[in-house]
């Protein structure tokens, strides 16, 4: 057999600032055929597990592109273009194929193309036929389109948010595929749209225990797969919103109903899964006031894994102002900033200005003396067992704030992210991180207590307000209900 994969990955903010381009591919991941590394990114994990299959199993493995981009603004046409058809030529290339598995994320929008992922796996069918099997993983923050449904045969996403679980999403793509390959079974794909956009951490009731029954029926063979499409809301796409997906074998009346069964449950949820936010003043005041620390507040909308530049200063300025002591605020992106400290070198005091660089609504820049406290080259964090490079760093120190400046845009994934830069965590009495959600896995492990802060700013995080243009389809909460105003 012969089975080919790639990778090709970011997640866009359509009302981002911010643009994208091959640039934000090559300096987040980018690995040409053959080179991917032991262990994957968020959306690669099909790398790995395809290799260890291919050691006990007889099959050629041919490997294309993986590549991965920070999540940020509108891709640039070209860019696009670049990417897609390299990935299909080394498809063509490859012929013939018994499989094609694609480590996806689902949320991509290129100025011209709406449905990146749609459009790619469309092409890549036309390219191997009706035979051939087409495997692929999706970030549950995503668009799910007809096309897509369409053109694979299996679908997995990844079902936690925090996606602790994106390698066990890749293993369990490929498992598929093989049995699929093997004639054990013929998966057929079934989805039913939920009808809402909200945020659905699943940290936390009522998502816990929606996870934790998908992931019962799969265990007793009720079905081969079943995953929950959370939706991207700041990404204007017709096809924005929750979906079920579940794939059967050979059943798609069984895929139809259980898919409609949880997607009425997951409606039910609407407006009930979000933690508690506290605006910044609240949730820094109480941080400070905690018996005992580190309290980590997550300025939730300030998250470059949303697709914004994360420079915002407002939760920074918020801190100022109340004159906090013993806080390490991780990560404030200013290239420019992270070069003057490098040139200033440490120990140096000098007159900085920093963040508020790319939004008129994400703060004023930060005009402060400031110590510089450590610098260092090609600084990175981990993200379960993938690697998060954060580009070169400083951390400076104003007041009873340290301030870690990084150069490659990233959203906090792990404590590391402090400790690899020198920083004693264990001393600090607040963290504040720039996180919607996946902060939590690790660092719900050394933290006191988590606070979750909402702080308006470039993200569109009220879809009753986001000026979407290309949304046909009624979703709550924009509608309160979006069914009936359907069958209408």
Known sequence: MRIFCASLATETNTFSPLRTDFSDFKQSFYAAPGA????PTLCSGVFPALRRASQDLDFDLIEGTATWAEPGGLLNAGTWVYLRDEILEQVREALPLDAVVLGLHGAMIADGCTDCEGALLEAVRGIVGPETIIGVTFDPHSHLSQKRV???????VFKEFPHTDFAETGEAC???VLRALRGEIKPVVSAYDVRMIDILPTSQ????????????????GTVLSVSAIHGFMAGDSPDLGAK?????????SKGTEIATRLGEELFSFRGQTKPQFLT??????????????????ADVWDNPGGGVAGDSTLMLREAMAQDLQSVAFGTIWDPMAV???????EGARLNLRFGGKTSSTAGDPVDAIVTVLKNQRDAVQSFGTS???????SVIRLGGIDVVLNSNRSQAFSPDLFTNLGIDITAKKVLVVKSTNHFYGAFSKIAAEVLYASVDGPYPNDPKTTPYTRLTRPLWPIVSNPFEMALA
């Open 150 to 156: 369409d053109n694979a045969d299996i679908i997995t």
């Open 339 to 345: 070069r003057l400290c490098h040139a200033a070198g």
């Open 387 to 393: 690697i998060v490079p954060l580009g070169d760093c």
């Open 244 to 252: 079920i997906v579940v794939v059967t074998d050979n059943d798609r």
């Open 205 to 220: 009731a009522p998502m816990r225990g929606f996870v934790d029954r998908m992931k019962a029926l799969e265990e007793d």
């Open 36 to 39: 991917h590394p032991e262990t």
């Open 280 to 297: 910044a003043s609240v949730a820094l005041a109480k941080a400070a006031r905690a018996d005992k620390g580190p309290v980590v507040v």
């Open 174 to 176: 490929v498992a598929l």
